[in-house]
């Protein structure tokens, strides 16, 4: 981890203008962004009474939503579905009265303090913020994949793989998202035909064990997707084997697609510390490079990407959050009772 400078610095800060103020909303904390991590940081910020706000922006429930099963979120040993978790995390968040608001943040300024949020619907200002803005998934950058997303081309088996009953459908990938995505897709399809650039799979062995068992499973290795046809829905795969450069069609009438992710950090662009690919950097008590902002959950997080590493880190960063202002309130009467006894 890099050497990030986490001393509070308030000089540099400069108050925002009062222009509109009626219109702003100010905030002890915000969260932007509803998964595990966001919803897990409401939850106990709202138990420490900051009456936190979270922006749940495009999509509730974060990656963890476009999960079928989950199998590994300790307290549900029979498993339990992606957004069915989200949904308990954001009730149970609400109970200890954070608001969740679906408003999406068109831009944010860090330089001044407190912060500014602005989302389409309003202007806030915060004096702790913490992100949790989570993943998208990767895309392949093939022809016809952008053409086809809605008509055969998806992010999202759980979204859509009912549409593919007793159809051949193929899951781009090798990681545990292709497999664990791919054998939910069982449920509906003829045929799951995997399709992966190596001849070694990525994915946990308990998931390759058992879609190497599911004989609706079928895997294509060493081969990549060159492109997604059809007309007005999707009918076929052109497939390129790496090792003999050899070309083959795949016909079939859905492409999930499931090759990684990349940190929806675009809004913290020259304003945080970004690693090289993109993630914010955090310390472990998941402070970013500005006091007063933190970070939690996949947005922070390349190594981990599961759902009880980003509740955790959404936990710890909310008790940081409730620390901060708790001092800066300390720091800010002392200052006000040193100005009284000068006068
Ligand atoms: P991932 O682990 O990064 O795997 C991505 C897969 O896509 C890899 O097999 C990779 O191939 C392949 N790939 C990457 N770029 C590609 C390209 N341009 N063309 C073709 N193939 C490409 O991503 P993920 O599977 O989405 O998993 C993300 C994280 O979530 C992981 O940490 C995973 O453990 C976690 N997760 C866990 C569970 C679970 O515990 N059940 C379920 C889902 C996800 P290479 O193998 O050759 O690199």
Redesign the pocket.
Known sequence: MSDISLSLDFSRLTQTEEEGAEEIQERDLIIIGAGPAGLTAGLYAGRAQLRPLILVGQSFGGQAAT?SE???YPGFPEGIGGLALAEQMASHAKRFEAEIAYEEVTSVDLSTYPFVINTYGGVYHAKTLIICTGTSA?R??VPGESKFIGRGVSFCATCDGYFYKDKTVVV???????L?EGLYLTRFAREVIII???D?????PT?QRRARANPKVRFVFNS??EEVMGEQTVKAVRVRNVNTNEESLIETEGVFV????IPNTTLFKDQLELTTDGYIVTDKRQRTSVPGVYAAGDVQDPW???VVVAAGAGAAAAIEAERFLAEKAFEDQAEEDEETKGE
Do not use: C
């Open positions: 999960t989950m199998e590994n990767r392949l950058g781009v990938g090798g990681g545990d998202s292709a664990d992966h650039r190596r070694r799979l990525r994915a946990n998931l990549v997707v499931y090759i990684g992710l981990f990407r599961q």
